[in-house]
């Protein structure tokens, strides 16, 4: 059994009996035991110490943003944790009042999600740096490639949809940043949120076109009905929050009717 199968052996055991809105331990809640991912030793009698350790970090990182006046006890904690992560990667503005790169608000918006989930801010923080790790580094060849994907596996489930859009010009036109770059934080709520980063934590960025084509099927008399490419990205941009939870779901079936399932599982 490779890694990946058994990080995500819960959730697919989970589905696979029929429990899909179970709130089974997610893989965000567990990141911190996570060694490849670099937050904490396999060996739990270390993790003490390692904590100790991280919040030391996290204080010293704090403090000098502090002294160097980036940031007070007024600065809102996201953009808190922006800074901190700037500076421990080498990419802190010359002053705070420099305007905010892209990647800066696409972390903003996966930090403001994220904190919705974990209380501890010293926690909060490594998870939030171990998150955009893996989206910089790992998924870093493979993010471009998804709105592609949603193309290819949108003719699959409805071509008549994907040609729609293309009729409108609205696919080029899809949020797609909020969709992938951001993962769907800003348009998910948390407790659907947490089963896509669930996945996507667990080794599987694709489950964020599988969500994509799901949020298509599901409001297509919707989108069907709109002609205009703005209409449309609009519409999308905001959808409404009481069918997340179906939507994830699905979009769960989806993935693994298209990718299948774990060999251990088969």
């Known amino acids: 059994m490779t890694e990946d199968s058994q990080r ?134 493979s993010l471009p490639q998804l709105p592609k994907a949603l193309e290819q596996y949108l003719n699959l489930e409805d071509g008549r949809l994907l040609s729609h859009l293309k009729s409108c010009s609205a696919v080029s036109k899809l949020p797609c940043d909020l969709w992938f770059k951001r993962c769907f934080a800003g348009c998910l709520p948390a407790s659907s949120l947490q089963r896509v980063w669930d996945k996507v934590v667990s080794g599987s960025c694709k489950i964020l076109v599988f969500v994509a084509v799901e949020i298509l099927l599901t409001f297509k008399i919707k989108v069907m009905a709109l002609n205009s490419p703005e209409k449309i990205t609009k519409f999308l941009e905001n959808i409404p929050q009481d069918s997340s939870d179906a939507i994830v779901s699905k979009a769960i079936d989806l993935w693994h009717k298209h990718c299948g399932t774990p060999v251990h599982l088969a």
């Open 8 to 141: 995500n052996f819960r959730s697919v055991y989970y589905e696979k009996v029929g429990f899909r809105g179970v709130e089974e331990k997610k893989s965000l809640e567990i990141l911190l035991k996570d060694d490849r991912l670099g937050i904490l030793p396999p060996h739990h009698e270390s993790h003490t110490q390692v904590m100790m350790y991280h919040k030391d970090q996290y204080c010293d990182v704090l403090h000098g943003l502090k002294v160097i006046r980036f940031v007070s006890d007024a600065t809102p904690q996201v953009e808190v944790y922006l800074r901190m992560y700037q500076l421990e990667s080498g990419k802190l503005p010359r002053s705070p009042s420099f305007p905010l790169e892209p990647e800066d608000e696409v972390f903003l918006a996966i930090a403001k999600a994220m904190e919705e989930m974990v209380e501890d801010s010293v926690d909060c923080y490594w998870i939030i740096r171990c998150f955009m790790n893996q989206l910089n580094n790992k998924y870093r060849d």
